[in-house]
């Protein structure tokens, strides 16, 4: 019997020893037991710790959060889902701790999609290194989009599933697309996943010409149909979250809007589908911007980045007689960043600039029936992938084409921030690197190829350094917050002295993207050198890709650590106690056993984007990308309406019992406790209902409503109630309160009407009077209400959405189905092996 081959796995280990030394080396803090501090995530425990309080209980998570947003979904915060499958992420990630088990995800991945290809191993680390640490992926980990870095890591193994597939690795593919399909989908950020499967489009798009055109028909219907299975098995594994999202998504931002409030405070009637137009192409970029994949610095990296001391702008000052102290405490103030990203961006999506010449160079190389390793196809369709997603990432600054998209294009007006579509380059560009790289150091002809086009490569990838000198030739160097920081200055001193700190802006801008030009000249003669040393016998490939691998890896974590350092690191006790240690207000309230009452933060400043209060208390606020449409449109209308305050009445039927302030202490302001004696409590009996047409009507009412006396409801649920007979002996009581259960008990000696200050949800919440189900309305545009006859009854609310429990049976049999799909892969593996050891 012939002996193991150790040959042919020792690259592979090399390689993973490379990507787990990388990544311990960078987030060496980590395995230190320091923990990173992101704003996100420590929102994210805010708003999940009742249900980790709740699953430490019961030994499961619940169903519905109590503590956002008065009540909601809590499958949109965290979710149980019972399986047959291991942890396979964490299995992929070799347990490392965070961060550095999704750098190393992200590079095996990647390395998972070069084998497929069957490149070079030292190319496919080159590329996979490339992948994980382009400066993106360390700047969202930062502020804690863990979702959505892990979304990015899995897009290159789900493309390698169907690589194999489409190169007639039928079972192993099949294996791999439905195992990374799970993974993908299953990393639960739907954006990330929609522009990858956009680019798989156009990838398939891609081999179907190629294969009409090799008149490969039964190939082609075998590789569409493989790929198929193994994505619907991908959705069916992740179908419970798929399918709750699906249901909560109707009654979201995210949905539309039926309610539509101007500045002005009116209230006008709308029917929008997805996300408002201006906020959807928020975070946009500009076009000449785009020049970031390659010139890090180019724009000024982030926005919280200021000019330094030697800033133009001091010199500026200087010469309008302002002392220079002053004048670098005045540059020190303003922003760096002049690029279109608004209001907000954390860096520049950089991809490294030796990967973007080498992915260029393939645009010469990669040409005839397969060159090297590509597929004749490979880079027309790369090519048209990554112009599809510049496109859509320049957003607003390319409204047109984007307007198409977003009224035309499925779910695609459900998503915000297009500048999120570069990731898509991220992972394209490393790849288009490696197939050149294994085009011009290890195909057969390699050498012979290298010298016939050495100098079409030397002409195509140095026009990129003449383009980049026309932009700064040409370039305006005017930036998004210009206009705001002339008037201000016009207004604090004179329009000469802003003028002058605008010019000496202008000055610094070009300085920065001239030193874009410099860092990319330097890069692409240390390329052409490479080749040209390889082509003359000068260094062996191996030798100059170590060179690419060592330069290109140190250019991206120059970069990366400006965004993720050990700074972001603290021990995890400083951490617990700096994000989430009670304070005074928080312990006072505390003291309150009542299940039922909930609390306003004022003390945060913005209490509807801030999820720690969550942590304590059920909130009336807190922190969500997706909130309930009629929850936010009461925020804009009852909240936070122009010149208008906050509407009592609407805090008390959210039974809105603690307000916190900050205390009139300036020297050191404290949070502070008011009691709200008006709470209505959580359910009471009205007076009457007031019939109302439509939303609209139905806003507009709240604004006078006595809640107490007076329920609002549509008339839509008219048929299904009475006006109550009053009783002044009536009672309503809350028996037991549960995240997913709420029981009450009433007596009354006439027919009544009771509101309950719960948010109305009707996928999912059922009532039960004395055990059988009944009818119940919306009322006062968010509430629960019900019909209560004379007597004594027992009221329960169950929350019991259908689609959570029908997709676990889904989940089980796709769970089988995958299983079956890895040991046929396994056994086509073996069975190879067999045959190639004969």
């Keep these: 019997m012939n002996s193991f081959s150790w040959k042919k796995i020792i690259p592979h280990v090399i390689a993973i020893a490379v990507f787990l030394i990388v990544a311990m080396v960078y987030c060496s803090p980590a395995l230190e037991g320091k923990v990173l501090q992101q704003s996100d995530i420590v929102h994210w425990k805010g708003m999940a710790q009742d249900a980790f ?65 069957g490149v070079n191993v030292w190319a496919a680390i080159l590329g996979s290194l490339g992948f994980a640490y382009a400066t993106y992926d360390p700047i969202i980990i930062s502020v804690g989009h863990e979702t959505k870095m892990a979304a990015i890591a899995y897009m290159p193994g789900l493309m390698a599933g169907l690589v194999l597939i489409f190169r007639k690795k039928y079972i192993p593919g099949l294996a791999l697309t439905a195992l990374f399909a799970t993974m993908e989908i299953g990393s639960g950020h739907p954006q990330v996943t929609y522009y990858l499967l956009m680019t798989l489009g156009i990838m398939t798009i891609g081999y179907i010409i190629m294969w009409v055109r090799q008149k490969e028909f039964k190939h082609m219907l075998i590789a569409l149909g493989l790929a198929l299975v193994g994505g619907l098995i991908g959705v069916a594994n992740t179908s419970q979250s798929l399918l709750t999202t699906y249901e909560y998504s109707k009654y979201t931002i995210r949905g539309g809007k039926t309610v539509d409030l101007s500045e002005d405070g009116k209230l006008t009637q709308a029917k929008t589908q997805g996300l408002d137009e201006s906020y959807a192409f928020s975070y946009s970029l500009g076009m000449s911007e ?37 004048a670098s405490q005045v540059a020190a103030t303003l922003p760096k960043y002049w690029g279109g990203i608004a209001p907000f961006t954390a860096g520049p999506p950089y991809s490294g600039a030796l990967v973007c010449f080498l992915a260029i160079i393939g645009l010469v190389v990669l040409v005839g029936n397969g060159s090297g390793k590509a597929d004749m196809v490979t880079r027309w369709w790369i090519l048209a992938a990554t112009v599809l997603m510049i496109f859509i990432a320049w957003g607003g600054y390319f409204t047109g084409f984007n307007r198409l998209l977003f009224n035309h294009l499925p779910l695609y007006n459900k998503f915000r921030a297009p500048s999120m579509a570069l990731l898509i380059p991220q992972l394209l560009l490393p790849l288009l690197a490696v197939l050149t790289l294994d085009r011009v150091f290890f195909a057969p002809d390699a050498k012979e190829f290298l010298q016939k086009n050495f100098k079409k490569i030397l002409y195509v990838s140095g026009g990129v350094i003449v383009f980049a000198g026309l932009v700064y030739v040409f370039n305006d160097y005017k930036g998004s917050y210009d206009s705001q920081i002339l008037d201000g200055f016009t207004q604090q001193a004179n329009s000469t002295v802003a003028h002058s700190i605008l010019q000496g802006m202008i000055e610094d801008r070009k300085a920065m993207f001239a030193g874009g030009i410099g860092h990319i000249l330097w890069i692409w003669m240390l390329v052409i050198l490479g080749l040209y040393c390889y082509m003359k016998n000068i260094a062996k490939p191996v030798v100059i890709l170590t060179a690419f691998i060592l330069v290109n890896t140190i250019d991206l974590l120059v970069v990366a650590k400006k965004y993720l350092n050990s700074e972001n690191y603290q021990d995890e006790s400083s951490y617990q106690a700096s994000n989430f240690a009670p304070t005074p207000a928080d312990q006072q309230i505390l003291q309150d056993t009542d299940p039922h009452y909930r609390v306003l933060n004022l003390s945060t400043g913005d209490p509807f984007n801030d999820a720690i209060t969550s942590y304590y208390h059920r909130s009336v606020g807190g922190y969500h990308a997706a909130k309930l449409r009629t929850y936010q449109d009461i925020i804009e209308s009852q909240f936070a309406k122009p010149g208008g305050g906050l509407n009592m009445g609407v805090l008390n039927m959210l039974d809105t019992r603690y307000v916190i302030t900050r205390s009139q202490d300036q020297q050191q302001p404290m949070p ?98 004395d055990g059988k189900e009944t009818a119940y309305a919306n009322v006062n545009y968010i509430l629960r209400g019900i019909a209560v006859p004379a007597g004594q009854h027992t009221i329960e609310f169950k929350f019991e959405p259908s689609s959570y429990y029908t997709s676990q049976k889904l989940v089980y049999i796709s769970n089988i189905l995958l299983w079956l799909t890895i040991a046929g892969s396994i056994f086509v593996l073996w069975k190879e092996n067999r045959v190639t050891k004969a």
Aim: aromatic fraction near 14%; charge should be negative; proline fraction near 6%.
């Design 290 to 326: 785009t020049f970031v994949l390659m010139m890090p610095n180019a724009f000024g990296g982030g926005s919280g980045e200021h000019l330094s001391p030697d800033s133009k702008v001091v010199s500026a000052l200087v010469q309008q007689n302002v002392p220079e102290a002053q």
């Design 53 to 117: 309080n709740y699953k430490a209980t019961h030994g499961h998570f619940p169903l519905w959060n109590t503590h956002l947003f008065s009540g909601m979904p809590n499958y949109q915060v965290a979710m149980d889902s019972k399986s047959l499958l291991p942890d396979f992420g964490r299995i992929l990630q070799f347990y490392l701790p965070k961060p550095a088990n999704y750098f190393f995800l992200a590079c095996l991945c990647f390395y998972i999609l070069g084998m497929a290809y």
């Design 672 to 769: 502070v406790v008011q009691r709200n004696p008006d709470a209505l409590g959580a359910a009471w009996f009205v007076r009457d209902i007031q019939y109302v047409n439509g939303p609209i009507e139905a806003i507009k009412a709240l604004d006078k409503l006595n809640p107490k006396e007076t329920a609002i409801m549509d008339n839509a649920f008219k048929a299904s109630t009475s006006q109550p007979v009053f009783d002044s002996a009536a009672s309503i009581k809350l028996v037991s309160y549960d995240n997913d259960a709420i029981k009450y008990a009433t007596s009354a000696n006439s027919n009544q009407f009771a509101v309950l200050s719960e948010v109305y949800y009707p996928d999912g919440w059922k009532a039960y009077m």
